[in-house]
């Protein structure tokens, strides 16, 4: 009895958590999403890219302070797979966010830019959904 006590307990955990990465990631991705399509400058940028390292509105405060590649792998770990496209695309998402803090705040964002990083975010957002989709049939 305690077995399967226990054994329900993990998989009530488990079910628990990946919802909660589940709705953070998507809460991180239309943050980043928002805020960049509004972005003017290298400063606007860099706001909108804080999401890929900290939740401006997190959906539960265990997770505030992961970045989004750990929430990533912790929410891969519990589904026993992962997708190398959508940790590759946050990999290029943090490796951006890194330049930007080099570069001056009141700089003009290059609409190259923007579009680029857009397109990071529109793609890791499909891959949410068509996972998302997945799991739920």
Do not use: C
Not at 55 to 74: A, D, M, Q, R
Not at 108 to 135: F, M
């Amino acid at each position: 009895y305690q077995i399967v006590q226990h054994h329900y307990e993990v998989q009530l955990r488990n079910r628990t958590q990946l919802i909660t990465h589940q709705f953070e990631i998507g809460n991180r991705i239309q943050n980043m999403k928002y805020f960049l399509r509004k972005a003017q400058t290298v400063g606007d940028a860099q706001l909108a890219l804080k999401s890929v390292f900290l939740s401006k509105t997190p959906v539960n405060p265990e997770v505030e302070k992961l970045s989004l590649s750990v929430i990533y792998f912790n929410f891969y770990q519990i589904l026993g797979s992962q997708n190398k496209e959508a940790l590759e695309l946050v990999r290029k998402l943090e490796d951006q966010e890194y330049i930007l803090q080099s570069q001056k705040q009141s700089d003009p964002l290059p609409d190259a830019e923007k579009q680029k990083l857009l397109g990071w975010i529109g793609a890791l957002e499909q891959i949410e959904l068509n996972e998302s989709n997945t799991r739920s049939h």
